[in-house]
């Protein structure tokens, strides 16, 4: 079966893509793993001209990406430009900083000489999904290729396309011929690629239940794998917030992406005796979010990136109203064409409900009352997920101390969105994954962290 390319905004069917045979699937591992063979002669210096080669090709191509994006996801145009723009920067930190995160690292003990090396592993194999169809492919692409390793992709099947312009983008850069490779197959039929022992890591972005199955499987090979999984982000309003400022950091989290990441806010939690002020400022901004046609100027929303993800989100929320939740702002399925679903404010949201167990991954808000600080900590923690949170304070030595020690998440931030950031590590815990991309922390996931001792 042909993997299907369709446009969430219509409807309408843009492309099909001709699925790998098991047979070529172990062919690509096998010419990538040549190809890995004589990358170990190229220098760092050289890795970097290619890598700052990518940055630049990012650039200069920078509206045809977001254009493929958009048709395929329905990713808001401005967003597909910046997130790409984002791609270009996080070649360049590499570029810049991978020397330094790879020089040996010298340790005194008895020998004569004692160090550690990174050196890379060899293939790692990426399985990504369609949400930052970009983004996501190049926070494990940058620092494995500029580490030397070599890659393979398995992205989703809605977005071959924005898997076979990276793979051009690569080879237009400059990098060795077969040293990242697409692989167009769904995922069930992958595990002849991760089977294969030249294949020796794996990073996974997706559902919990996908990398469990991924886990499961590479930890019967003994292969390493660094999983970040989904989220039910709480960001927790005290008393002494910013409500205006709280708001609109709010809305712009929960909306980013038409509500499609894994680190949006998706539970609002508010201090009781804040909690309608709050959300009277919530909903009126959140309402005046404009949705449409994903390539036009100003649109907030795009569509969904497939209509059974909106109708599943859909039944999230028909789910929570029947066990008492409150919906003060959309909460249903628009009439016409396209994955559309409109920004929704549940209240009165409580433990027992999709609103408060689920991650929600669309357009739709939680808001939890908590009867104080303490309490709002507790909801907060009382999750399976650990990706994100955020705390809004003026007292920003309690919201650091909050951050630091009480919320129990793999990315916490004070008066800010969760975001993700070359510079600094990012990950889960929990039903959120394992292990940590991006940053120096990032880059050493997929070496060989080894210890040099020589003696007389």
């Known amino acids: 079966m042909n993997l299907k390319s369709i446009n969430p905004y219509n409807g309408k069917q843009i492309a099909t893509y ?84 790879l020089k040996d690292e010298i340790i005194d003990t008895d020998a004569k000489k004692s160090f550690i090396s990174y050196q890379p592993l060899g293939i790692v194999l990426a399985i990504m999904p369609w949400n930052f169809p970009y983004w996501q492919v190049f926070r494990f692409l940058a620092p494995a290729l500029m580490a030397g390793n070599a890659g393979l992709l398995k992205h989703a099947s809605n977005v071959s396309a924005c898997a076979l312009a990276i793979e051009k983008l690569v080879y237009d850069a400059g990098f060795p011929e077969d040293i990242f490779q697409v692989l167009l197959c769904e995922s069930k039929n992958l595990a002849v690629v991760i089977e294969n022992p030249l294949v020796k890591a794996i990073t996974l972005t997706g559902s919990t239940q996908a990398g469990i199955q991924v886990a499961k499987k590479a930890g019967e090979l003994l292969k390493k794998t660094v999983l970040e999984l989904g989220g039910s982000d709480a960001y927790i309003i005290l008393e002494d917030a910013d409500l205006e400022q709280a708001a609109e950091i709010c809305v712009n989290s929960r909306l980013i992406n038409n509500g499609q990441s894994c680190i949006a806010a998706k539970r609002f939690i508010v201090v009781k005796t804040i909690e309608k002020a709050f959300t009277k400022l919530f909903v009126a901004k959140i309402k005046a979010k404009t949705y449409g046609n994903p390539t036009e100027p100003g649109i907030d929303l795009g569509p969904m990136a497939r209509t059974d993800l909106r109708d599943e989100l859909h039944q999230q929320v028909i789910a929570s109203i029947k066990k008492g939740a409150k919906c003060v702002l959309g909460g249903f399925i628009p009439e016409g064409k ?18 408060y167990e689920d991650e929600l991954f669309g357009p739709v808000a939680a808001i939890i009352s908590a009867k104080n600080e303490d309490d709002a900590i507790k909801i907060a923690n009382d999750t399976v997920f650990g990706l994100g949170g955020a705390i809004f304070t003026k007292d920003l030595a309690k919201g650091e101390l909050i951050a630091k020690e009480k919320l129990q998440a793999g990315s916490c931030f004070v008066n800010s969105l969760v975001k993700s950031d070359p510079r600094l590590p990012f990950g889960g815990i929990n039903q959120s994954g394992y292990g940590r991309e991006l940053s120096l922390i990032g880059m050493r996931e997929f070496l060989n962290i080894k210890t040099v001792y020589i003696q007389d």
């Not at 990358?39 to 990518?54: D, G, K």
């Not at 940055?55 to 254009?67: D, I, N, R």
């Open 18 to 101: 001709k699925q790998h045979s098991q047979s070529q699937l172990t062919n690509k591992v096998q010419k990538t793993h040549k190809a890995w063979i004589s990358y170990q002669q190229s220098t760092l210096a050289q890795r970097a001209v290619w890598m700052e080669n990518l940055a630049q090709q990012l650039l200069l191509q920078q509206e045809h990406l977001a254009k493929i994006v958009t048709e395929e996801m329905g990713k808001p145009l401005q967003d597909g430009l910046a997130e790409v723009k984002k791609c270009a920067a996080v070649c360049q930190y590499y570029a810049k900083h991978a020397a330094a995160f």
């Open 338 to 355: 396209g994955a559309f679903y409109p920004p929704t404010v549940l209240t009165q949201v409580k433990k027992g409900m999709p609103a």
